[in-house]
């Protein structure tokens, strides 16, 4: 079980960084995909220009999503689209503002942070868009729809798991997927001080709400993950136990880990 560092100081999570033999201290930073990592939801950048019939163009009300983009994808591939067509879309979404630095300060401090990637988004998209960005191998492990191409040559994509939440989508819980992965870190003797969350959407909201005192909430300022943090606040002031640190730019969030690096102890 993960240790809570409520009370300890910022400086001490990188206390002995540097000395020889030390260990640093373990950092789990986790990423949503789209509107955080990138500037666009994916799913529209794939389907922008194309002609969709009536039922597709509208998110469904009440129903799956994962389902709809199933039917997306199905329909695009029979009018001719290639797995490379998406290919070459994913890999020209841009990434949101400050998100290279951002990248550029974690490539220079591996050894402090564990980065992992969980998005409602698919893993052909995500895999094709940190490969071209450069990134992908800065993250231990990807948590996304399952997203490949079939006999026909159709990109397909399916549901992640099954839970039994009530606030997530059917097809995707990241609070079961993070409490999951900590839990499966743990067996392998890894201790996580601290975990820090970056996303925006509001089921980037769900795992948030399982971090503790010791942990940070990095909310895309305005977008649904900050709106329902700031209500959750206001409604119980106290039960959202993040600190949490709103950015408009990724550098803002490069700026906080740079903080806790200059401090000393």
């Not at 993070?178 to 969350?197: P, T, W």
Request: aromatic content about 10%; proline content about 7%.
């Amino acid at each position: 079980m993960r240790r809570c560092c409520e009370g300890v100081r910022l400086p001490r999570l990188f206390k002995g960084v540097g000395m020889a033999g030390a260990r640093p201290p373990r950092v789990l930073l986790v990423f949503d995909f789209d509107e955080t990592i990138v500037d666009e939801n994916s799913d529209d950048s794939v389907a922008r220009g194309r002609a969709l019939p009536e039922p597709l163009r509208q998110s469904p009300r009440g129903g799956s999503y994962n389902e709809h983009m199933q039917r997306v994808l199905a329909f695009l591939g029979e009018q001719g689209v290639r797995p490379g067509d998406f290919r070459a879309v994913y890999e020209n979404i841009p990434l949101s503002p400050g998100m290279p630095e951002l990248f550029q300060f974690l490539s220079k401090h591996q050894e402090l942070f564990e980065l992992v990637l969980i998005s409602d988004a698919n893993t052909f998209g995500i895999e094709a868009k940190l490969r071209a960005a450069g990134v992908h191998s800065l993250f231990r492990k990807i948590f996304s729809n399952p997203a490949g191409v079939d006999r026909r040559g159709f990109l397909t994509l399916g549901p992640y798991h099954s839970h039994k939440c009530l606030e997530c989508p059917a097809n995707m819980c990241k609070r079961k997927i993070l409490s999951e992965y900590l839990a499966e870190r743990a067996r392998e003797d890894v201790e996580f001080q601290r975990v820090f969350y970056v996303g925006d959407g509001a089921n980037d909201f769900c795992p948030s709400g399982t971090l503790t005192a010791a942990d940070v909430a990095f909310p895309r300022k305005g977008y649904p993950m900050h709106r329902l943090i700031q209500e959750s606040q206001e409604k119980q002031p106290g039960a959202f136990q993040a600190a949490v640190v709103p950015w408009e730019s990724a550098t803002e969030v490069a700026r906080y880990l740079q903080e806790l690096l200059r401090r000393k102890c």
